[in-house]
Structure formats: C-alpha cells, structure tokens
C-alpha cells in the first residue's frame, strides 16, 4: 500500500491510497479530526466507568477492563458500568449518523429526525404497547419504537410529497407531525395508572443509565448491521446531493436509494429509542458540528458518528458528575439542554441565510 | 483520458467494464432513438408519439418555443423520466435494460440547474464525475486522477481547483460543472440549455469548448435558446412545438423565415451569418412591415 499526494490541487491537505485491495482519496483533517472524535469519546467513557457510588481510578478501570485487578472492580465496570459506556458510544454514533443522512436527504441542517418527528413516533409506538397493550418486553419495546418511527416518516413523506421532496415542507410537515403525536402521547398517559405512567415518563426524559448486557447485546448486533448499511450507501447518498437529475445521470437508482436511506436513518433512531428513549439533539448538532471542525464538503457520514459518540459520551460523563454533587439526571434531558442552545444558535443563522434576504 | 474517447461508430473505452456490447455496427446507427414515445410529469403528457434519433457523432441541437417539451425531452433521453409508453433505445438497447453505471459510462447529463453542497471546492465537485467509474473498493484510481486533471485542464479550470465553487463567477461556476460532466467521460454528452444567464463572452467560451468536444468524436445534444448559436453550433437540429418535433435536418435546411414564423411566431429575415456564413435569424420590426395576409 502507498499514500501519495494526488497531482490535483484540492485546496486541502490530501492523502491517496493505492493498493490492490482498495484505491481511496482521503481528506486529511477529515481523518485527523474523526480520529481525535473517537479518540475522546474512549477518554471520556473510561473516565465515565471510575464515576458511581463506587468510585475508581482510570488507571483500576483500564486494568479491569483488560481482565486484571480486583474481581469486585471487574464486575463494577464490565458488568455493571460498560454496558452503560458502551451505549453512550454506539447511540451516539448512530444518532450521529442518522442525522447526517436526513439532513443530507433534505440539504438542511434542521431536517434531523428529532426535529421531523420520527422520535415522537418511536415514543408513540412505545407509549401504546407500554399503556395501552401492556407489553414491556425489549422487543416488544423495539419493535414498537421501530414501527412507530418508520410509520412516521412515511406519513410524513407523503404529506410533504408534492413532485418530490424539498427538505424546508418536510420539516415543516415533520415538525406539525410531531406535535400531534406529543398530544397523543400526553393523552395516553392522563388515562394511564400512576405506576405505568411514571414508567413511561422516565422512559420518555432518555436514560441510558439502567443499559444492562440483555437489551446492549441485541442493539450492538443491530447498530453493527446499520453502520455496514450506512457505508455501502453513503456514495448514493453523496450523489444525491448534486440534486436528482445529476445522480440519476451518474448511475444511481435514485427512488431505490432513497427509501434504502429512509430505513436506515429511521432504524438509527428507532434503535436508540428503544433502548434508552428519545435521546434528542444529538443527531441535529453532530453533523453540522463536524462539518465545521473537518470543513468537509457536504455532510460526511464518517465524522458524524465521532462527533455523535463524542457528544453523547460527553453528555453521560456530565450526567454522572452531576450526580456526584446533586442527583442522577437522564442523559437525555443534558442533551436537550446543550442541544436547545445550539437549537437556537442555528435557527437565527439559518433565518438570516436563508429567509431573511430575498432570494 | 477523455481525448481518446469515441470516433463515430466505436464507443469510448471503458476502463473497468470490458462487458460493453459495441454500438450496433453501420456509422450511421443512431446513439438515441425515442420511438412513438410518451412523455410528461406525474400524470401530465408532454410530449406524445414522439420518434427522434440523435445521429452518431453529431451536435444536436433542440430548439423551439419556451413550454415546447424540449428540456422533457432531453430529461428523457437522458433517463432522468422514463417513458410512459413507447420506448427509448441506447446504443439500439432499451435505456432502462442498462445497469445504471454502465449506462452512466455512456451518457452524461448536464442539468439545468445542479446543488453544490455546501463548503465544496472546485476539484472535489469534478471529481463527483468519476462516480460511474468507483465502488467501495476502488474509489480513486489513477484513471480517475488522470480523468479529472485533464477536465480541469479543458475548462481551463487547474488553476481554480482548489478554490470554493460558492466564491466562483456565474461563467466559471458553469465551466466546472461541465468539467464535472467531462470527467465523467462519456462518449454522449446532453446540455440542457447549457449557456443561460451567462453573459455573451462566457456563452461563445462554453459553445466553443463543446464544439472541441464534438470534434474530439463525442455526439452532443444540447437543448438551446439562441437560434443562432443553434445554427452556429449544431450540424444536426430538432424543431420542437407543442410537444410535437415540427422537423429535423441541418440548420441550413431547417431555419427558414417561414420555419421561424409557424413555431415562434415571429417575422424574421434569414441571412447568412458574416462570420461562419451559417443561417442567422433576424426579427423584423413590426412597425414597419406589413402584416402577413
């Protein structure tokens, strides 16, 4: 294998790859930054599996985790901790990269699923087999979440569907849908009893920190299928960004790719949902938040997930200092507050960009 | 790589196919053929019964009024609309029976209007042309760095390559996405009105760089305003109106006074131009001539 620089100005640092088994041109602050991302988000997860009622060292937690040091400390952190710090990681990655595929879908940086109201359908899926079927098995729960999610965004679609999709109505349709949903969702639980309704409601403020091996062996089997799934389709989902005519005439089936994309990106949040809740605004921040750290052309799918990762191993970590001085607080509920500021940094930006001079 | 592309009757090489079957043998079996072909938009028919054939190594131009269903047309050639009845035949194949990348190897599009995605530069959007050509394990060839390098160079683009496509001028803007279309090296290349809302300079600097393409051995086809440039430009043209083609024909043959006044509508004096002495169409002022009887 060799890397050399390519004989094209690219007006950024870029390494080729040549070699029998694969040939790649790579951006390399897209590298360096993904690498750092999830060099960070391990940091940060070793730091998260010393924090608890039990407190241990990084250097007792890198011991354990390698088999080594005391029997109590391997089970605090393999048993109990790394499920927990595992699922910061994967969700985060995958939130991460379901939002780079819908805002690349809709070419807005608002068009993330949290926004167009896929969450509020997985919550909607989960509240009626929680309250109304009496069903709380994690498959129940992930089917329903999946179900849920994608009965969504199909709704969603085909509301927003008029000679295509442009990405400003679906998230405007997304958004109306997802505030409908919000008030099926309160109705259901005014007419659940106490004990389900409390059940549904710390379900709902998205909580990684009850993740145990049964529920994380399942998801990390499933996250692994979506990641490969993302890959084989993110060169249809580059092409797509050239607008329909362009990827047609470039060789991709664009109707086929859509909806392939469609079900992976609904499947991140399904996922995720279904196992810790809706976990919201991490799939809105991490693309558009590396986009400016690798400033890569488009969204990229790579970085995303880093970004994802870290951000959401970040929030855990947050989570579990503040417990130290206060009390536990779902990691969910850090996200919304982070992800609101960011929320609204990014609507007066995309105001003035867009909206606020004639076109 | 792209110089060495199609003479008439033999398709461009291609680097990693192999598999292509020739053009059907005789130089004069068309690239295109639409035959008895409907056409149109969610439900509504724009063209109907249409059967046009796109000449192996010609410079098609399609003219016609504005709403006349020539950019449908040329979507449809170019497999962005399929036919609803009829068929569309490349290479004397059925469009849609083609693997989409191998038929992407033989016909590139340039649109009307592209999305550059945001924070792009000029040689990354170029680069997009290769797609045709990558999977996931091969995703950047020296072929592909050759194909790019020498579209930068054609569009005379290699000193902009690494610059933002968003800070470019409205004419370079255009010039790289036909560099795009150029790496993408395809023996037919379909322009819909490639020239619009360029100044003149940058207009005649585009139709020129498609006429070197042409003479290289690509057939183009190119959806076009400008009758004169039409005529300048093309050897081959297709007159569309209501959806129907009124004739086809080299210019010479085609643009007459009368051609002009049936499909546009306008009184006009057909001279030859001075410069390349092809038909030019000149209005004539309607205050001073006498209404047709």
Known sequence: ?359 | MYTETARPGAPAPESDAGTAPAAPPGETAPRIVTEDATIGYHGRVVAEHLSVAVPDGSFTAIIGPNGCGKSTVLRALSRVLPASAGRILLDGKAVGSYPPKEAARRLGLLPQSSLAPDGIRVADLVARGRAPYQNLIHQWRPSDEDAVRAALEATRLTELSGRLVAELSGGQRQRVWAAMLLAQDTPIMLLDEPTTFLDIAHQYELMELFRTLHEQGRTIVAVLHDLNQAARYADHLIVMHDGRVVTTGPPESVITAELIDEVFGLRSLVVPDPVTGTPTVVPLDPRTVTPAP
């Open chain 1, 1 to 359: 294998m060799t890397t050399t620089r390519p004989r094209v100005d690219f007006g950024y640092a870029v390494r080729t790859v040549r070699s029998p088994l694969f040939s790649g041109r790579v951006g390399v602050r897209l590298a360096v930054v993904s690498a750092a991302l999830l060099l960070a988000a391990l940091v940060v997860s070793v730091l998260a599996l010393g924090l608890g009622d039990f407190r241990l060292g990084a250097l007792e937690v890198t011991r354990a985790l390698l088999g080594g040091g005391e029997s109590f400390h391997r089970i605090i952190v393999t048993e109990w901790r790394l499920p927990v710090a595992l699922a910061a990681i994967v969700f985060g990655a995958l939130l991460g990269i379901g939002g780079a595929i819908f805002q690349s879908l809709t070419r807005n940086p608002l068009g993330s699923p949290d926004v167009i109201g896929f969450d509020a359908g997985s919550y909607t899926g989960v509240a009626v087999t929680l309250l109304v079927l009496g069903a709380g098995s994690y498959w129940n729960i992930a089917v329903a979440a999946l179900t849920g999610g994608l009965l969504t965004a199909f709704v969603v679609y085909a509301l927003a569907y008029r000679r295509g999709i442009t990405g400003f109505r679906l998230i405007i349709v997304g958004i109306g849908i997802a505030a409908m949903l919000n008030s099926a969702n309160a109705y259901l639980i005014t007419r659940a009893d106490i004990d389900d309704a409390m059940t549904v409601g710390l379900w709902h403020a998205g909580s990684i920190a009850n993740v145990t091996w049964t529920p994380m062996l399942p998801s990390l089997g499933f996250a692994a299928v979506i990641v490969v799934a993302a890959v084989l389709l993110s060169p249809a989902l580059r092409r797509l960004e050239l607008g329909d005519d362009a990827a047609v005439t470039q060789g991709t089936r664009v109707g086929a790719a859509r909806l392939a994309l469609l079900v992976v990106g609904v499947a991140t949040t399904a996922l995720v949902t279904a196992a810790a809740g809706p976990i919201t605004f991490v799939a809105l921040a991490a693309p558009q938040l590396a986009r400016r750290l690798t400033r890569s052309p488009g969204i990229s799918v790579l970085s995303s997930a880093a970004m994802g990762a870290m951000l959401l191993a970040s929030a855990h970590l947050l989570t579990l200092a503040i417990a130290e001085v206060y009390r536990v607080i779902p990691v969910g509920l850090i996200t919304v507050c982070l992800g609101g500021l960011y929320l609204i940094w990014l609507l007066v930006r995309e105001a003035r960009r867009q909206y606020g001079t004639p076109a």
